[in-house]
């Protein structure tokens, strides 16, 4: 079941759900708008000629509050928001629909699994012909929140738990690249 603006409210009230910090204007009928934080990674292409699922992937760290994303680029961002979920609720990533309209492509896998408690790092991709002028603080995707039917067996305390930055891929830590 996915939870309205009212039930959205009392949980966080009663700090079953974290979302901080906060501004009333955030919460909308069934979400939560999430804002730009100001960290930044894009990738750092002259240390790679590829990439592997395999191999660590080399970012260049970007700490500002405006950024420039160029046409058919892709960069990584954090929310400013710093999220909880209890183990029985988990979150989908959304891109606004006045953001998707510049050709902005936002997004997370789309997935927060419960358990989860950290800064969100999005994916950004500019799909435009124009480069795009992101500033932080900027209400840039929404969060969808949905109850889940009892506790996650095995809540989330993976490889991203706790991030507080944007976080570039560890796919290289996956089990499937140990062997």
Not at 98 to 114: M, T
């Amino acid at each position: 079941m996915i939870l309205s603006d009212k039930t959205i409210k009392r949980l966080i009230a009663e700090k079953k759900i974290t979302v901080e910090p906060l501004e009333p204007h955030q919460i909308q009928p069934a979400s939560v708008d999430m804002r730009l934080g100001n960290h930044f990674l894009v990738l750092e292409e002259t240390k790679m000629t590829s990439l592997s699922l395999d191999s660590k992937i080399h970012y260049r760290e970007l700490v500002q509050d405006e950024i420039v994303i160029p046409p058919k680029s892709f960069i990584l961002a954090t929310t400013q928001e710093f999220i909880k979920l209890p183990n029985d609720m988990t979150a989908f990533v959304e891109g606004r629909s006045s953001i998707g309209r510049l050709g902005l492509f936002i997004q997370n896998a789309g997935w927060v699994d419960p358990g989860f408690e950290g800064k969100i790092t999005l994916e950004i991709y500019n799909a435009n012909s124009l480069p795009i002028q992101l500033t932080a603080g900027r209400r840039i995707c929404q969060l969808v929140f949905a109850q889940l039917d009892q506790d996650a067996e095995n809540p989330y305390r993976g490889k991203y738990q706790g991030q507080h930055q944007a976080t570039g891929s560890r796919v290289n830590e996956d089990v499937e690249s140990k062997h």
